[in-house]
């Protein structure tokens, strides 16, 4: 009797073990697991892990290039998307996603990116990639594209013969230095309990230089060869996420696909299309209050350009959101004459002030065609490890970028449910606890 009785408590300690592993259940439904990077249930999370701040820090550091990038995405008349998220943005991730891809399922950690379509994975074989890779031998459902497939015509930096059949290839430069090579391929995407057959995505066969991807990278952009765009009716280009904060070390946010589980009584804006950067999702703002002040801003910087791509996105890799300098510079004035200084730079931020002076501190309100967004305290600002000094947690656009283009960035986004309606062109916003 002792022993079976030791044999059910044992059981039932695991049980429960398994019942409160954050890490040790995906939802039974559509939904998918959005885990902070640097997070308990990241396979990329530090044996050590550092200050909340200095994590913040670090991924903040990287959006320069970061918004560089996305400045720079000007659709060629030959190229709807690029294959892979170019530049610098494979080394930049900050929420990753489970997903299985093959048959049988192959478990990769992807990031999760708003502002790129076409997925990509590196692929065993891959010189210089990760440990962890894609096997198409062991797929049942593995199939090649050639270049005279639609798909192909996608790709960005295509190395296709003129005339004849050969397998869709392309290489891409990022980082300055790092360089990429992959074949167009498809297979089955496992999502939670849905399976997106014929999926199309980057398969990677080599890298080069400093920089060595995740996983992968799950395209979630506006483009034909999204996720969204390919899964079709699956999911009707509906998809909502809830970013949870990177406080969160031991909690995961998530990512519900298809119109089933959303919001119904949700404020939304429209959502904006450039043809010349046509896998941004924009917004109208229209103005930006600083506690009951709504700061003056001329129109032009507010104002969406389709023909230049000038206006505001909204995005889920940056890390800061950027304000061209005039609105930055707007919101900065109005901020200090509350706030008692002085006032510091740290990294990134340039309004550091004494934490004492929090309590003084205004809400910053950003107002969209048919919906205002009060940032709590916890989006905007951010604490030194020691606690004593506070920083207003936007930036202004980096110098070095030639853009008119604002982003609002995961940091502010977090604890909130954002709603993309791809097909009826709206985007929603509500408060939710991410955890």
């Not at 044999?7 to 695991?14: K, N, S």
């Not at 990329?44 to 550091?61: E, G, L, Q, R, Y």
């Not at 065993?124 to 090649?144: I, Q």
């Amino acid at each position: 009797m002792d022993f079976i009785a030791t044999i059910l408590f044992l059981a039932l300690v695991i049980s429960s073990a398994k019942a409160l592993d954050p890490c040790g259940s995906q939802p039974d439904d559509s939904d998918l697991l959005v885990i902070p990077i640097y997070g308990k249930c990241s396979p990329f999370n530090p044996p050590k892990p550092d200050s909340w701040f200095n994590t913040v820090m670090n991924m903040a550091s990287k959006d320069p290039a970061r918004v560089k990038y996305l400045s720079s995405l000007l659709a060629q008349k030959t190229t709807a998307v690029p294959i892979a998220s170019g530049q610098q943005v494979l080394n930049i991730g900050n929420y990753i996603v489970r997903v299985k891809i093959g048959t049988p399922g192959q478990l990769m950690f992807m990031v999760l990116d708003t502002s790129n379509d076409v997925a990509w994975v590196p692929c065993s074989g891959c010189t210089r990639c990760s440990a962890t890779t894609f096997s198409p031998n062991t797929s049942s459902t593995y199939g090649s594209l050639d270049c005279g497939l639609p798909q192909c015509a996608q790709v960005r930096g295509l190395s296709c013969p003129a005339t004849g059949s050969a397998a869709c290839s392309f290489n891409q430069s990022y980082g300055g230095d790092s360089s990429f090579s992959a074949n167009l391929v498809r297979d089955s995407l496992g999502l939670a309990n849905d399976i997106v057959p014929d999926f199309a995505f980057g398969c990677i066969n080599a890298i080069s230089g400093g920089s060595v991807p995740p996983q992968g990278l799950l395209g979630l952009g506006r483009g034909p060869m999204s996720l969204i765009s390919q899964s079709g009716a699956l999911y009707s280009g509906v998809f909502s996420y809830c970013l949870p904060s990177f406080k969160s070390y031991y909690f995961s946010g998530s990512l519900k696909l298809g119109a089933v589980g959303q919001p119904k009584n949700i404020r939304t804006t429209p959502l904006l299309k450039s043809p010349h950067r046509p896998s941004l999702y924009y917004v109208n703002l229209t103005g930006i209050s600083v506690g009951r002040v709504q700061v003056p801003i001329a129109l032009e910087y507010l104002a969406f350009n389709p023909n230049t791509g000038a206006g505001t996105i909204i995005d889920s890799g940056t890390v800061v959101t950027r304000f061209v300098q005039p609105i930055y510079k707007a919101i900065r004035d109005e901020f200090v004459k509350h706030v008692k200084g002085p006032f510091t730079t740290i990294g990134v931020f340039d309004t550091c002030f004494d934490a004492t002076a929090e309590a003084e501190a205004p809400l910053i309100t950003l107002h969209f065609e048919g919906l205002s967004m009060t940032l709590p305290m916890e989006n905007s600002f951010l604490h030194t490890s020691a606690g004593s000094r506070a920083c207003l947690a936007i930036a202004p656009v980096p110098n070095n970028v030639n853009a008119a283009m604002n982003v609002i960035a995961n940091l502010q986004q977090q604890n909130h449910r954002i709603l993309f309606d791809v097909i009826n062109s709206r985007l929603g916003i509500a408060r939710e606890a991410c955890n």
